[in-house]
């Protein structure tokens, strides 16, 4: 299971300058857990760090102009921190799988003379193997749309980068004239026709940049959930679906899918679910003549069962969350902001076990990603597993982990609910 193990984000809105887990500069640090929350009070940015994933994924779908447009963020000049000049940058420090070795992407969006938004650069590095100091070696660097790829699962030859400041264009230079032969067999000099384009987005597509194509996949597997119960109650056109999309509207595609694909699997999946969403008897579907499935809930007392289309947001989107977690090839990646909104708040504990047993699962589950400001849901988490958002004296955002506070952390350790203390304020800034 792919993994993020460090995330950096500069000039993006509230986020001036934060990183979470580990990066190829700072091996000291943890990364993060397969299972992280980030809670914090209003207006602390917990919502800007969710969209900042959502950004990224955007960016690799529809390029950085329209990204920066999307999901009502304004444009560029919105979303750059207030008072900056800077590039709008992301650090991802992330692993293919447990065994393999680390690769960062990095990216910086910048306005042209004009305020439109374009990629500045993108670098993509992996240490070689055995190396465990030094600079990682670049296998994908552009500026401006223009730069050099290593094609293959390997590195070619070691190119002395040296710094941030190394040469791009003295280097491609140098592959032009001849001078760099045995960098040339191994190298492709790129030019994008579209600087408002990922890079990973074209190379990625081919079969020569395997490392660069897994990247993106990587990317393009992310769910963020942006579900919303009236979506979940629509009736959508007949037709089986692999996957839950990001508002939930294809709930009952999704179920007639896994009815179809994996029958008892889904039959098991149902009775897990009604065991646990309070006053549930049994889940179960009814066919249409129209070819659609439709899920039925039989509530306890209650002779006829009633349809998702009568059921309250809060079973709708509990059950949603469940059907995630059980979908047969997970995504790598899922992100859920505020889960807590519409349940019941003796679930949430519950509901942070599963999302951790998902992700820490030996099937190889999603890394689940959420943000909160529920203590019954944190009550289930470890110090380790949580990260604290604050406002900093100078107005953006600061973060740390929990795990971070001795007393804390020792507090917890003697049977002390992580929940509680926070609610009791032993999280906030001392």
């Not at 991802?92 to 003379?113: H, M």
Request: charged content about 30%.
């Amino acid at each position: 299971m792919a993994k993020i193990e460090g995330f950096r984000v500069r000039n993006f809105r509230a986020l001036k300058d934060i990183t979470l887990g580990r990066l190829w500069n700072a091996q000291k640090e943890e990364p993060l857990t397969p299972m992280t929350a980030v809670i914090g009070k209003n207006g602390v940015g917990k919502s800007t760090l969710f969209d900042a994933f959502g950004f990224l994924a955007d960016c690799l779908k529809s390029g950085v102009e329209e990204a920066c447009d999307a999901r009502g963020r304004g444009g560029f000049q919105r979303i750059r921190s207030q008072g900056e000049q800077g590039p709008i940058e992301f650090e991802i420090y992330y692993k293919e799988d447990g065994n393999a070795r680390p690769i960062t992407y990095e990216l910086s969006i910048e306005a042209d003379e004009y305020g439109r938004p374009f990629v500045l650069r993108e670098r993509l590095r992996q240490r070689r193997k055995g190396q465990k100091h030094g600079w990682p070696f670049s296998f994908l660097m552009l500026n401006r749309g223009n730069g050099v790829t290593w094609k293959g699962e390997q590195e070619g030859r070691q190119v002395n980068e040296g710094s941030e400041e190394f040469d791009l264009f003295g280097f491609m230079e140098s592959l032009k004239a001849g001078e760099a032969k045995d960098e040339s067999r191994e190298t492709e000099l790129v030019e994008l026709e579209d600087v408002r384009k990922l890079g990973i987005a074209t190379l990625g597509s081919l079969k020569q940049h395997p490392r660069i194509s897994a990247f993106r996949r990587f990317i393009e597997g992310w769910y963020l959930s942006y579900f919303t119960p009236d979506a979940a109650r629509s009736l959508p056109l007949a037709g089986p679906q692999k996957h839950l999309n990001i508002h939930g509207d294809n709930l009952g595609n999704v179920v007639q899918f896994m009815k179809r694909e994996h029958p008892k699997r889904f039959q098991g999946v149902l009775n897990r679910i009604a065991e646990k969403i309070p006053g549930i008897d049994r889940i179960d579907t009814e066919g249409t003549n129209d070819g659609r499935l439709l899920l039925r809930f039989n509530d306890k007392g209650f002779a006829d069962p009633f349809f998702a289309q009568q059921m309250s947001d809060g079973t709708l989107k509990l059950f949603a969350y469940l059907l995630l977690l059980e979908d047969p090839t997970p995504p790598p990646f899922l992100c859920v902001e505020e889960p807590e909104n519409g349940l019941y708040h003796k679930l949430l504990e519950a509901l942070a076990t599963d999302f951790r047993e998902h992700a820490t699962g030996r099937k190889g589950g999603s890394q689940v990603f959420v943000t909160t400001h529920q203590p019954y849901l944190v009550d289930a988490l470890e110090p380790n597993e949580v990260w604290i958002l604050e406002k900093a004296v100078d107005g953006y955002s600061s973060i740390r982990r929990a795990s971070e506070d001795h007393v804390v952390q020792n507090m917890v350790e003697e049977g002390l609910p992580l929940g509680g203390l926070w609610y009791s304020d032993y999280l906030d800034a001392r």
